[in-house]
């Protein structure tokens, strides 16, 4: 009950939060949809912060390090921390400067100039949302779990259930609609405004008590490195990136230990993940995604100006780094934790995405774990709030306002579509995560991801090259679409966890094939006007 008085204290001031950010309103689409492009570099970057890093940074590492061992830092931290900024720098300038000077609001308005073509929208906009909606089933999927697994025992009378960890819980159905609503209230009357406040508050939120978790359960342990010997003894594999034949017979040597004997072994020892150094290497890609993420494409063009970019280029990589350590390492440990000589995790426990939550409900008090809840919480919400915003806008200014009313929409009338479209998406997002709620975290995340890699060529042709043409374009998106979805449906729609192609990661194979597409098919196709090329690459 402490937990849920606690959760429900911090959605409440969240919401005045973000309704007292409604005040500034000034009834515009502009100022709705980028906040009059008048964000500073604080809120820029705690903003761009707060929308990387979803469910799958906190819920999501957690569950993949138990899983797989002290890798998924390298896999995908490691290089975010360095692309994440490199597309700052790279791509967040340029398109908020040509954002700026031609008054773009969404990817789709600067696709469109770009390549001199009115109906490229038409066919990105259902690969953006098909992409986006995934992202937004992770979030309400891993605060439902969180809610779930941390408030068990608060209402008995009221949730019973027929298993005891969840007997009195509030129920997953419950805790996911609850996130749903206090994030779709303060968008829905706040804006991209209201979200940047949101985001900047949740990020700090989430990174203070991060870093508190983390300690306290180290505490518990008896320390990092007592409980980092207790993963030697039992799960070694889990200290190595890539686990290697040695480690497999270790691996069986101490199972027929456990075997033989079940009471002396406390713990049944988790059989190595190997992954070959190519697939480590080709993780890499993934975070390229960045650069075609359109709720992020949303919050640079909210940019005050270029300077704005300096903060977040500089402090991204080190603020990735205090956030993902943590996690990974409660998840490495909790591989081989002991208290009063019992494991923590059950050997055998089924749901990832619950590990950092049981972790936190049992290695802390019920005061601590409610505030921790609610930093995982913020985590989630503080990227929900982005995407939910960014695919209604998407919808209002080129759906509704360019294709069906060719741009005779009001102010009013756009924001009013903006807020509809954004309820039908929370209400089918909500919907599909109640049917769903066991997919895992992390994989779900790296295919889509991948997807929205597999598009970077396009952005970066889009703003480097000058002879990359209309046709082009459209080869890149639709091999891009059509690629991703044969490999995902080939790894048994993400299913299998260590597929691979040509010992590669599936995101290396995406982005050769469009970008094969886009060059070849631009390079035997018309060049662009010498208007557009002097549009975008004149002075």
């Known amino acids: 009950m402490i937990t849920v008085v606690i959760v429900v204290c911090y959605l409440g001031l969240l919401l005045g939060l973000g309704l007292f950010s409604s005040r500034s309103f000034r009834g515009t689409s502009a100022d709705y949809f980028l906040a009059s ?104 999927i891993s605060s439902g779990t969180v809610i779930e697994n941390l408030t068990g025992g608060a209402f008995p009378g009221l949730f019973p259930s027929d298993n005891p960890r969840f007997d009195g819980a509030v129920p997953y159905w419950l805790g996911a609609g609850v996130i749903c609503l206090v994030v779709l209230t303060y968008v829905f009357f706040g804006g991209v405004r209201g979200t940047a406040w949101a985001n900047a508050f949740q990020t700090i939120v989430f990174m203070i008590l991060g870093c508190v978790t983390f300690f306290v359960i180290a505490d518990k342990l008896g320390g990092p490195q007592a409980a980092t010997e207790l993963v030697r003894e039992y799960n070694p594999s889990r200290l190595k990136s890539i686990a290697t034949d040695a480690d497999q017979k270790v691996f069986e040597k101490k199972l027929a230990h456990w075997e033989k004997d079940k009471k002396t072994a406390i713990i049944k020892p988790q059989e190595p993940e190997s992954i070959s150094r190519l697939a480590f290497f080709t993780y890499m890609f993934i975070p390229l995604s960045v650069g075609m993420f359109p709720h992020l494409f949303q919050h640079w063009l909210t940019a005050k100006s270029a300077k704005s970019f300096r903060l977040p280029v500089i402090a991204h990589p080190l603020m990735i780094m205090i956030v993902w350590v943590p996690c990974v390492l409660i998840g490495v440990w909790a591989t081989s934790a002991i208290m009063d000589g019992r494991f923590v ?195």
């Open 37 to 140: 492009r008048g964000i500073g570099p604080f809120l820029l970057l705690m903003s761009l912060f707060g929308t990387t890093m979803t469910a799958f940074a906190l819920v999501g590492s957690t569950g993949e390090a138990f899983k797989g061992g002290i890798g998924a830092y390298g896999k995908m931290a490691s290089w975010s921390g360095i692309i994440h900024s490199a597309c700052f720098f790279f791509i967040g300038i340029k398109l908020w400067s040509l954002g700026a000077k031609h008054g773009y609001v969404t990817q789709i308005q600067f696709f469109r100039d770009r390549f001199e073509s009115d109906k490229i929208g038409i066919v990105l906009f259902p690969i953006l949302v098909g992409l986006v909606i995934p992202y937004l089933l992770i979030g309400v």
């Open 345 to 539: 995790i059950p050997p055998d426990f089924p749901k990832q995405n619950a590990v950092l939550a049981v972790m936190v409900k049992k290695m802390t008090s019920p005061i601590l774990g409610g505030f921790l809840t609610a930093g995982i919480l913020a985590a989630i919400m503080s990227s929900l709030d982005s995407q939910f915003l960014c695919i209604g806008s998407i919808f209002s200014n080129d759906m509704v306002g360019h294709y069906l009313s060719r741009d005779r929409l009001t102010d009013r009338q756009r924001v009013l579509v903006g807020r509809l479209f954004v309820v039908g998406i929370v209400l089918v997002t909500y919907v599909i995560a109640v049917e769903w709620k066991d997919i895992g975290v992390f994989p779900m995340a790296v295919w889509c991801s991948s997807g929205f890699a597999s598009l970077f060529p396009l952005v970066f042709a889009s703003l480097y090259w000058k002879r990359v043409t209309k046709l082009g374009a459209y080869a890149c998106v639709i091999t891009a679409a059509v690629v991703w979805f044969m490999l995902f449906r080939d790894s048994g729609w993400g299913a299998n966890r260590s597929y691979l192609v040509a010992g590669m990661m599936p995101v290396a194979t995406i982005i050769g094939c469009s970008t094969a597409a886009l060059v070849l098919v631009s390079l035997v196709t018309k060049p662009p006007s010498p208007a557009t090329i002097d549009k975008f690459f004149g002075s």
